[in-house]
């Protein structure tokens, strides 16, 4: 719940705004280290292909800082080390998951709390909609975060929500930086608030009052975001209901079709009433717009981004011919191109641009890995150990992965971000869980104690002396 604030800074180290995501992280990881220490744990890790290449992508993160060091480039190699540090600090949360001992239900309560969170971030991002027509309060929030200067381009005292104007619809971001941020955090909702319900699971909240206000307030703000990144997340798991649960979703899908199209339409109305624009006229020209530049036509309306995102993928490319192997470095794409393109819009080129093809293919195998391990899993529930919680869980962690691939293979790479471990956090711990309970033979023990460290350390002084 803390991951929506990376505009705002704590303060500030080298550059880098340290952020309220960053001090809760430290803070978990030197608690947890103590615990694992103080009470002698012993953390089990099933031998499973999604741990093994998660291990890879760390492992292309490393290699791909040898160019930079080779090339001898000051710049870069500085640029390496800052983006790894962070890098390895927010992804070491999958590991924190596996090896830290959950109380029961802990993941409902934390998924429970977040969909009640997301009633006052939407309500507030609708809000904006109208503040920013009306110069109502709170209708921009200024960033403060120095991160977000784009690496000196531009003077941080100047800079805000990013959110264009189309005709006289502000998009809404809500306490995000940008809207199509925003529009991640909630189709990450929905995924949270329909999975259970479509495959017959008890939902995160029963009262189902309270579910209709989340599900229409993220669809309302859905349609204030005004995002094709939206757009798409909801095809590709609205596509995946489909394929992988026709039966349950088809009985669901009329009814959930239906309240769909009244907010929307509602929504729509009253949008259009106040800024005399219409949010589902402009989807309708913006997606024709992104067709005609595909066809060539280039019918793209005022402030499409759809264009600028292709010569992102074309200079990734160029950039990955500087080192086609182990690519230019982690963090580094900014310094291999003069475009003044800062970073990729995809987990993809971007892998490919700063970690070659070795990291291209860790990153992609990850991704394949994971829904294999997770339909595998699904489609072999009635065999499983697991009890109804756990089973509800991995249904969300499936649909899950695919929001997060949605996101990250077409609109914007959160390769570096917490928020893309914290989900794949959740993944990883239930895909551990249920391999360590079902699978034992397979399993990896490591042990945690005083003993441990007191040997470690009489070890390197005996070395020394």
């Known amino acids: 719940m803390v991951y929506p604030f990376d505009g705002f800074q704590l303060f500030a180290i080298n550059g880098y705004g340290v952020k309220v995501v960053d001090i809760t992280l430290l803070l978990l990881y030197i608690v947890f280290f103590y615990y694992l220490i103080k009470n002698q744990k012993r953390a089990i890790i099933s031998r499973n292909i999604v741990i093994q290449f998660s291990l890879i992508i760390l492992i292309s993160t490393l290699l791909s800082g040898f160019h930079p060091i080779i ?32 109380k029961d239900n802990f993941w409902d309560k934390l998924i429970r709390v977040l969909l009640i969170y997301s009633i006052f971030v939407n309500i507030f991002g609708i809000y904006q909609v109208f503040a920013r027509l009306y110069d109502l309060p709170l209708a921009w929030l200024p960033i403060n975060n120095v991160s977000m200067a784009y690496r000196g381009v531009y ?53 189902k009052v309270l579910n209709i206000i989340i599900f229409s307030l993220s669809f309302v703000a859905l349609l204030a975001t005004f995002s094709l990144t939206a757009l798409l997340s909801v095809f590709i798991i609205v596509l995946g209901y489909l394929i992988f649960e026709f ?27 106040f800024t005399e624009t219409s949010p589902l006229e402009l989807f309708y020209k913006r997606v024709e ?64 641009a700063e970690m070659g093809i070795v990291g291209a293919f860790a990153v992609l195998v990850f991704f394949i890995s994971t829904f294999i391990v997770l339909l ?9 150990k697991i009890n109804n919680e756990d089973k509800r869980l991995l249904g969300v962690a499936f649909f899950l992965l695919l929001q997060i691939f949605s996101v990250n293979f077409f609109s914007s790479s959160f390769f570096v971000y917490a928020n893309f471990w914290f989900f794949f956090g959740l993944i990883v711990f239930i895909i551990n869980k249920i391999y360590t309970q079902n699978i034992s033979e397979k399993n990896l023990i490591i042990s945690f104690s005083n003993n441990t460290i007191e040997s470690l350390f009489r070890f390197f002084n005996n070395r020394r002396l």
């Open 289 to 352: 717009g992104v067709i005609g530049t595909i066809s060539g036509t280039d019918k793209q309306i005022s402030g499409e981004s759809f264009k600028y995102r292709t010569t992102i993928i074309q200079t990734s490319f160029e950039i990955w011919e500087k080192s086609p192997i182990i690519g230019c470095g982690l963090g580094n794409f900014y310094l291999n191109q003069n475009k003044d393109i800062n970073f990729a819009h995809d987990i993809l080129t971007n892998a490919l």
């Open 247 to 273: 039966n349950n979703f088809f009985k669901k899908s009329i009814l959930i079709s239906i309240s769909l199209l009244i907010v929307l339409i509602l929504s729509d109305y009253v949008i259009k009433y």
């Open 71 to 102: 090339k001898g480039e000051g710049a870069a190699i500085i640029q390496f080390f800052k983006t790894i540090s962070h890098f390895i600090f927010v992804y070491f949360f999958i590991f924190f998951c596996i090896f830290y001992e959950f």
């Open 155 to 207: 003077d941080i005292s100047d800079i805000s929500q990013i959110s264009i104007q189309f005709i006289n619809l502000y998009r809404a971001t809500s306490i995000f930086t940008e809207p199509s941020h925003y529009a991640v955090f909630l189709t990450t909702i929905l995924v949270f608030l329909l999975t259970p319900i479509i495959q017959k699971h008890e939902p995160f909240i029963k009262n």
């Open 376 to 384: 595998k899993l699904k489609h072999n529930l009635s065999m499983l």
